[in-house]
């Protein structure tokens, strides 16, 4: 019996742990219910049988004397009593072997449902590590969007220009093409990688990482890296799998290593002088990449002359990259055909159609990205006076442009700066291209908000529209980015360690520390928002 209620008692444990659950249980019902009669059973025959139940019309001497016979008489006989222990026995072990059997079924389900987390946080882990690849080899959708900024016909002059023409017929040569901003370099640089891949060999979108494009060329580049991964492995602490702690120079030297067994290899870098605080040691290893009497590395950085940089950069030659006249008076006949075609420029006199390329090639100074941002402000004028006017007061530096982005929105209404504000916030502050139905919705976020509000959300065109020159859209039509439209963008828009008193555009400004403790509350507002 004591047996039995220890059993039963955990039956009532298990059943009210699993009260909420949709789980078949092993314990049927009537497994229970015939434990039920028979105890039933028992304690109305020993109710029967107690000192109490005495017949009141005896007499006072009789009832003691059938108490007394009550108290010494067993209410079962042999036969009953085996009968019951019998049945007792086989109900406790039906019930004990049913509640082993759940038992079982919970521990199963709970390392089900571990294995479930497990799955789902091993899906995490993976989503983040490709994201962090993404980032990493991103260099094909620049070079793809370079590309298409492009002239066909134009940049041949750094093709037939001398120090490229050195570097291109040497082994372990190494060239440093620099230029003011907006010159061109990153669509230069483009050119040149297009001119290599198809003179010397093709290029694939995932042959961007360079240790993966040898490592694919040759089976004993393979063996080095598996032999450096295997390297790494063994040096971590507990065998770990991550190559995280792998240092640059680690990096440098292997690819020194596996050069070795491959022909020329073409190492090309546009917009060093953007790599952050970091840009010294990576000009620095870049260098030593070709460095060595027997290297067959070519390395052609493009950079602003800046002296950091230039610090471990004196044995490379060098050539200035200014916009060449031509490839200026091309371009910008080229862009006011199109943009004439397509109307987004509308233009009635004939001859101020020449006044325009004529100005634009005259005074852009060798920079291509002026003469975009001039093209975009005159699409906005709505007759050819206005454009007039607007060729006789043309900003001379992409700074005065850009300020005469924002005073053109400072005319507007507040919602329409509050718009370019929180544009600006995001495409700086974001570590990579944003896809813009991320942008739409992180714009339309307040503090104070417990729901997405559509009705707060603008579109693309009102951000093209008025963060004109600022903000550029790429990727494919399905899925769209809205990214910083150049890199002088960012610079214009960072504050400044001494901010000028009275700057009618501070409020445009960008603080990192402040705002990127500004943003990190409206993520966390939209996490908590009642849509999820």
């Not at 709970?110 to 882990?125: H, K, P, T």
């Not at 402000?377 to 007759?383: A, D, G, I, V």
Request: aromatic fraction near 6%.
């Amino acid at each position: 019996m004591t047996h039995l209620f220890g059993i039963l008692n955990s039956l009532s444990l298990v059943a009210s742990r699993f009260d909420d659950e949709s789980r078949t249980a092993t314990i049927q019902l009537q497994h229970l219910s015939a434990c039920q009669q028979l105890l039933d059973k028992i304690q109305v025959r020993l109710d029967n049988a107690g000192p109490n139940n005495i017949d009141q019309a005896k007499t006072k001497f009789g009832q003691k004397i059938y108490k007394l016979r009550k108290s010494l008489t067993w209410p079962f006989t042999t036969g009953e009593t085996k009968e019951l222990i019998t049945t007792m026995v086989s109900q406790k072990s039906s019930l004990s072997l049913a509640l082993q059997a759940d038992g079982m079924n919970a521990l199963l389900d709970a390392l089900g449902n571990q294995s479930i987390q497990m799955a789902i946080l091993n899906d995490i882990n993976a989503k983040m590590l490709a994201e962090r690849k993404e980032r990493t080899l991103r260099a094909m959708k620049y070079h793809e969007v370079a590309v298409k900024l492009r002239h066909p016909e134009s940049d041949q002059w750094i093709l037939t220009c001398e120090p490229f023409k050195k570097w291109l017929a040497s082994k372990g040569s190494k060239l440093w093409l620099h230029g003011i901003p907006g010159a061109g370099k990153a669509v230069l640089s483009s050119s040149i990688v297009t001119f290599i891949a198809t003179k010397l060999h093709g290029l694939q979108e995932d042959d961007c990482s360079l240790i993966k494009q040898l490592s694919l060329s040759n089976q004993r580049c393979l063996l080095k890296l598996e032999n450096f991964w295997k390297q790494q492995r063994s040096d971590k602490i507990g065998g770990q799998e991550s190559l995280d702690s792998t240092t640059p120079e680690q990096l440098c030297d292997l690819i020194r290593d596996m050069s070795s067994y491959v022909g020329n290899i073409n190492i090309i870098v546009d917009a060093l002088d953007e790599c952050g605080d970091g840009r010294s040691k990576v000009a620095e290893l870049l260098a030593q990449l070709a460095t060595g009497e027997h290297t067959n590395i070519r390395v052609t950085l493009t950079s602003r002359e800046e002296v950091d940089i230039e610090r471990y950069l004196k044995d490379f030659m060098k050539a200035s990259i200014a916009a060449d006249k031509s490839d200026l008076r091309l371009y910008v006949h080229s862009e006011l055909a199109r943009r004439l075609e397509d109307e987004s420029l509308i233009v009635i006199n004939e001859s101020l159609k020449q006044g325009i390329a004529h100005r634009l090639v005259n005074d852009a100074k060798g920079m291509f990205r002026w003469v975009v941002c001039q093209f975009d402000h005159l699409c906005e004028l709505n007759s050819d006076r206005a454009i007039r006017e607007a060729l006789q007061s043309l900003p001379p530096t992409l700074s005065e442009t850009y300020e005469r982005i924002l005073d053109r929105v400072n005319s507007k209404s507040s919602d329409t700066k509050r718009l370019v504000r929180r544009v600006l916030a995001w495409t700086v502050c974001s570590p990579g291209p944003l896809s813009t139905k991320r942008l739409l919705e992180a714009i339309a976020i307040n503090i104070n908000d417990s729901t997405l509000s559509r009705d707060s959300m603008t579109s693309e065109k009102h951000i093209l529209k008025w963060c004109s020159s600022l903000i550029r859209s790429t990727g494919s039509p399905d899925v769209t980015q809205i990214e910083l439209a150049h890199f002088t963008v960012k610079e214009f828009l960072l504050l400044k360690a001494k901010p000028q008193a009275n700057d009618i555009h501070d409020e445009y400004r960008i603080s990192k520390e402040l705002h990127y403790a500004h943003l990190a509350k409206l993520c966390l507002t939209y996490l908590l928002f009642d849509d999820f």
